[in-house]
């Protein structure tokens, strides 16, 4: 049983910093916030956990029944994160491209220590408490003053895929989709450094700062991080209710309110765009299906744009109710990886994404989140994200676009440039 309290905070902005420097003391840290991005479907504006009692790390080998298990049987908040590599528990794929980062395929926590925030209130929720622990803490928290760091060394950026060879890759995808074999794939390439010395809070506070999105992550397992400025939900459980909330079709933003306001419209009738968001849609109200009651499956809102500090996005929400006899890791299992990431039809679209990619995505366009003791959850999507593996010095973010019939190589390819922009200016010190 946990103990929990409740308080309120006076200035949240400045206890979410505060809370996330203490934070740093431990080896496994999971830090999300919306930013204060008010959207339907938010429970909370900020969670940290920290401080693993147990955990579970492995490899994709039969890694859904495992990950069922120990959510089973630990009935509480745990905390981690899905690799896009699971792909391969479910379906007869590989991920045999090159991996600079070393990350587990998949890797979850239950945390001594939690605190949830939800406007100006604060829930805490500790295990195994020494006695006026919370208090220590809570004092130690309050007091902290802020430390600005600056010690993450100049990064060279490379790129694992030129731009001659990005157009030359994305023509291969053209013939498939022009075969038949696909009707669109997401396609990504990776930016990346060796030799790095970063600082894992300070890239992730300027990351954060660039953006501001709606499902930023700070997540630490010893030498592993993922600082991440998503603005994509994959997944969410309420009760029965499951929510999924694919981003496809982006536009550039403009400091010219007209012309931004332009842009915007522009996206909203771009035929292209939609064609890309719709395809995904029908994808996700597929998977959805095979743990929905009968009849449930409902699209609320088709291809709505939403605006981003960096980008416009068009954002499409489809829910369902789950079917008696299935646990929440089913409905995961069944709806991994994301449509968003992967394509359609999605086995096809990761075979023919495994041979055109150089990189293993690991954790990026897997996902981020929690389940509660209920069984409830709520996953993001691991894009817009750095991730770095202190012990070998190995820094790395992908990007990347869909490829539908429509496309063009070379808007692709700035496509793919303008999503990169915010990470090369917080890794280019």
């Known amino acids: 049983m946990r103990t929990s309290i409740s308080q309120t905070i006076q200035n ?71 690799s896009y590599d699971l792909k391969n528990d479910t379906e007869k794929l590989e991920s045999n491209n090159f991996d600079g980062l070393d990350f587990p395929d998949l890797f979850f926590f239950q945390p ?30 309050e007091n902290l003053e802020l430390i600005i760091t600056n010690d993450t060394q100049q990064v060279v950026i490379n790129q694992r895929i030129s731009k001659e060879s990005y157009i030359d890759k994305v023509g291969d995808m053209l013939a498939h989709i022009h075969r038949g074999d696909i009707y669109e794939a997401n396609f990504c390439m990776e930016f990346y450094a060796e030799e790095a010395i970063v600082n894992p809070l300070e890239t992730y506070e300027k990351l954060n700062t660039i953006s501001e999105p709606p499902f930023a992550t700070y997540f630490k397992n010893h ?29 550039r933003r403009s400091a010219d309110v007209i012309e931004d306001e332009a842009i915007k419209q522009e996206l909203v009738i771009n035929e292209k765009e939609r064609s890309e968001n719709i395809m995904i849609v029908d994808l996700v109200r597929n998977d959805l299906s095979r743990t929905a009651a009968k009849g449930s499956v409902n699209v609320e809102e088709l291809c709505a744009v939403y605006s981003f500090k960096q980008v416009h996005h068009l954002i499409s929400t489809i829910t369902s109710q789950v079917a008696e006899g299935h646990t929440p890791v089913d409905v995961i299992k069944s709806t991994f990886p994301m449509g968003s990431m992967t394509g359609a039809p999605k086995i096809s679209a990761m075979e023919i994404i495994e041979k055109l990619e ?26 817009r994200s750095i991730l770095y593996n ?31 922009k915010a990470m090369l200016k917080t890794l280019e010190v």
């Open 358 to 383: 150089e990189t293993k995505r690991g954790l990026y366009s897997g996902a981020v989140g929690y389940f509660t003791p209920n069984g409830d959850f709520d996953f993001n999507v691991v894009i």
């Open 112 to 141: 001594k220590k939690l605190f949830l925030i939800k406007d100006n209130q604060l829930e805490i929720a500790y295990l195994n408490m020494c006695d006026d622990e919370i208090d220590i803490d809570l004092k130690e928290i």
């Open 12 to 82: 949240p902005k400045e206890f979410k910093k505060q809370l996330l420097q203490w934070a740093q003391q431990f080896r496994e840290v999971v830090f999300l916030d919306s930013n204060d991005y008010h959207r339907e479907y938010n429970t909370y504006d900020a969670v940290l956990a920290v401080d693993a009692l147990t955990a579970i790390q492995t490899d994709y080998n039969n890694v859904f029944e495992d990950l069922n298990t120990y959510q089973q049987i630990t009935k509480d908040w745990i905390f981690g994160y899905l």
């Open 390 to 420: 202190s012990s070998n010095k190995y820094v790395s973010f992908s990007v990347g676009s869909a490829i539908t019939s429509k496309s063009d190589p070379e808007k692709e390819y700035e496509e793919c440039l303008l999503k990169a």
């Open 223 to 251: 030498q592993h991080y993922l600082l991440s400025a998503s603005p994509e939900r994959y997944i969410k459980k309420e009760g029965s209710k499951i929510i999924s909330q694919p981003i496809k079709g982006t536009a």
